[in-house]
């Protein structure tokens, strides 16, 4: 079973930092590009970072440009979101998926995890 699983979420106050952590089983990521999404409560889903196989970065979102990063593993099958000077509005669900390549339309992402809540207070 092709699954991908998102840890790390936590309550944190604005202006520190998190890192998430996107494990996947049954399948390899090393294959695949990778992208971190986020979904707040009455918001649609959106992209935030993507890295792709060559491990180069593509950001999906300009709200995140500065703050966040992110890096893979493929020898422990992980990939990571590093998140600093978070604020209040960085709150919400956040979630990884897979693709062929970096794209920005999250239709196209695939084998979603459950999702980790970061929780940014002021």
């Known amino acids: 079973q092709f699954r991908l699983v998102e840890s790390g979420g936590d309550l944190v106050q604005s202006g520190g930092s998190l890192r998430l952590s996107c494990t996947a089983s049954?399948?390899?990521?090393?294959?695949?590009?990778i992208g971190w999404f986020r979904q707040a409560p009455g918001k649609e889903r959106e992209g935030i970072l993507c890295i792709n196989r060559s491990a180069e970065s593509v950001y999906l979102a300009d709200s995140v440009k500065d703050r966040f990063t992110i890096a893979r593993d493929n020898a422990k099958n992980t990939a990571y979101l590093q998140m600093s000077s978070l604020k209040p509005e960085d709150t919400a669900i956040y979630y990884c998926?897979?693709?062929?390549?970096?794209?920005?339309?999250?239709?196209?992402?695939?084998?979603w995890g459950q999702g980790t809540q970061v929780t940014v207070s002021s």
């Open positions: 049954g399948f390899t990521l090393e294959f695949y590009a």
């Open positions: 998926a897979v693709d062929r390549s970096c794209t920005k339309r999250v239709v196209e992402y695939y084998y």
